[in-house]
């Protein structure tokens, strides 16, 4: 579903992938990087080029591992913060092009061109409380258009994606144990809407830590002369906020 709010970020993987670059599609626990690359593949399909996906573990050895056996041709790599975190550490070999395509939740526009292609009738005082809760996160956002077929309220909806995302909370919860992002996260979660530059001041964030603090999936920055950042998954601060 997320490819209907992807179709530009697809447009880019296909245009990269026929320039013979290897793509690289990044992203947290159901931030839709599969879904993107096979939406990219089935693209590049119609126009006659055969391109696989190689889909990376979290595990940094086994992923440098498999990069290491990966046989030679096309493909488009998938993988988490694990996988970002081994590109950042590894020479690439000489003459080949990695092109990072880092995912991050989705603006408020997307969310509703997604709700639109899908055909939901979807009101925009739904939309915004859809978002909030959210996030952006394109697993939730599928989840709330999903839910609010058989529960129309608003509070019905998010009571019941607690419960039925809860899988998904805990896999974001260890990728923000890594000790990177919990000291960056706990600052957020403190502060609330902050600049980067404030964040990256009080926590010694480097940029890299900030795009994986984004990939995991339950926060937003914004791009611009004052770029800000903030937990914007209404869900998940519900949920840190029950588990203490």
Known sequence: MSEYARVRLIDRLVETAVRGRTCVVLGGPGMGKTTVARAAVEELALRGRRVGILELPEDEGDCNRLLDEAPEGPRILTGGLGLHRVLAKRVAPEGAVLQRFPLSPLPRLDLESWARRSGARIGREELLLAFEAS???????????????????????????????????????????????????????????????????ATRADKQTVDRLVMAGPVSRTQGERSEIQISCGLYRRWRAEAR
């Open 135 to 201: 996030g952006g996160h394109p697993l939730l956002f599928a989840a709330w258009l999903h839910t609010r077929r058989s529960l129309p309220a608003p509070e019905a909806i998010e009571k019941e994606l607690m419960t039925a995302q809860s899988d998904l909370f805990r896999r974001i919860d260890r990728e923000l144990l890594a000790a990177e992002l919990a000291a960056p996260f706990a600052w957020l979660e403190e502060h609330g809407l902050s600049s980067v530059d404030e964040l990256r001041r």
